[in-house]
């Protein structure tokens, strides 16, 4: 990419941030108050939806890079539903910061965009293992990704609970895989990570601590799909789809927070499903730790994680799936300092 090239880009990404950010601040006008309960954060009743921000930015800017560049024509069409797939996720997400819908209806929302997106060709065909090899993974491609897309959608949405983390967080990754699918080719992963970015930068000003305005369901649930969208997209990186991995490992401090409490709460026999505030995220928080000290140290996992994603690209092929290591290790260092100072404050993982 020239420099002439570049510099267009980043305009077009900061233009996009201020909308995003007229966006948030008309949702703060015509709020949609998250009451706190003894569940929350947050002591006030604060607006919610300002994840409306980012589809808009979003939505606005592959309207005009469709109409004005030719590189944004997409020659996969399949993109298109899978777009239409994640507004219908973000529609049904809305009305549920509005008026609290079923799980059972946001679930079924869920696999159904996941649905769309294989129905569509965004699908994992096969998977390297360290020493196996390449396998084809026929139908069970289908079934992967279609866990993986709602597990992504979940555990974004479910981290999403303290100010400026999750949007933060995603601020990062979504910058860092811009620059790598456009070393790597990735039209639309590039066009869409870029823009994506964008709607965060301009969100995440009214989402610092103490926040204005919270990302809600309809802003992490999307962004959630999106991601998890963009992963598959990015397996065609390379053609043992080992690529699959640089998402996840961008988001892999969001995941393993949901999938250990997940995994922790299963096996503490309480009701997966059920509200609770013992996240690692929260439990640091309830310890003492500051919010906004909580915060930092999510968006120096995503750093080191960009980091860990660069360094991904330049290892042999046996390798790259040793990357994920370092980000384990930080990941249980981090789990071991969050019990410590649970147990100092006497807190309970229950409940």
Known sequence: MTLAALTQHLVFAFGLALLSAAAVRMMIRWPILDIPNGRSAHAVA????????????????LLVLYGQADYARLAERQFLGVILAALAIAGVALVDDI??????????AQVGAALVAVGTGISLTRLALPYVGVVELGWVGGLLTVFWIVGCTNAVNFMDG???LVGGSLLVACAALAVIAQGEGGRFVYVAALILAAGFAGFLPF????????MGDVGSQFAGFMLAVL?????RFDFTQISF??????????LFDAAFTLARRGWMGDRVGAPHRTHLYQMAQRSGMGTRRVAAVHWGFALFQAGLAGLFLHLASWAKPLVVLPAL????????????????????WQG
């Open 99 to 108: 008026r609290n819908l079923p799980a059972r209806l946001r679930l079924l």
């Open 46 to 61: 604060t607006p919610r939806g300002g994840g409306v921000g980012v589809i808009f930015a979003f939505i606005t800017g």
């Open 329 to 348: 290790a930080l990941q249980c260092l981090w789990l071991w300092h969050v019990a410590r100072r649970a147990r100092r404050a006497g807190l309970s």
């Open 207 to 214: 989402n610092l601590h103490p926040a204005r305005i919270f």
């Open 245 to 254: 991995l640089i998402v996840p490992l961008l988001l892999f401090g969001l």
């Open 231 to 235: 992963a598959v997209a990015a397996a």
């Open 162 to 164: 303290l100010d400026g």
